[in-house]
């Protein structure tokens, strides 16, 4: 099975910068892919960046220009988050795609982002 752990989230004021870090363990080896997804109060979680096997990035047109994904050779992804905005507010949750047979997805408890004004 695939473990996700997430840290790096916190309070910042608009303009400024985070990064956040998702580390996997368990069948590495099966994953295709990692992302991060965001979920703001009262509305349904949304695609934020994906990293796939080969490095290729796809990233949401609110935040292109501003967020990088990255993977590192232990397979952890990080999102780093610069020019920061009151509408990034929201649970950020790290997701893996795996696939044996088929194709699954699991999901991190997530990590809070605030950004004020």
């Known amino acids: 099975q695939v473990q996700l752990v997430e840290s790096g989230g916190g309070l910042v004021q608009a303009g400024g910068s985070l990064r956040l870090s998702c580390a996997a363990s368990?069948?590495?080896?099966?994953?295709?892919?990692m992302g991060w997804y965001r979920q703001a109060p009262g509305k349904q979680r949304e695609l934020v960046a994906t990293?796939?096997?080969?490095?290729?990035t796809t990233y949401a047109d609110s935040v292109k220009g501003r967020f990088t994904i990255s993977r590192d050779n232990a397979k952890n992804t990080y999102l780093q988050m610069n020019s920061l905005k009151p509408e990034d507010t929201g649970v950020y949750y790290c997701?893996?795609?795996?696939?044996?047979?088929?194709?699954?997805?699991?999901w991190g408890q997530g990590t809070q982002v605030t950004v004020s004004s």
């Open positions: 997701n893996v795609r795996v696939e044996i047979y088929n194709i699954y997805d699991y």
């Open positions: 368990g069948s590495i080896s099966s994953i295709r892919a």
């Open positions: 990293i796939n096997t080969y490095g290729v």
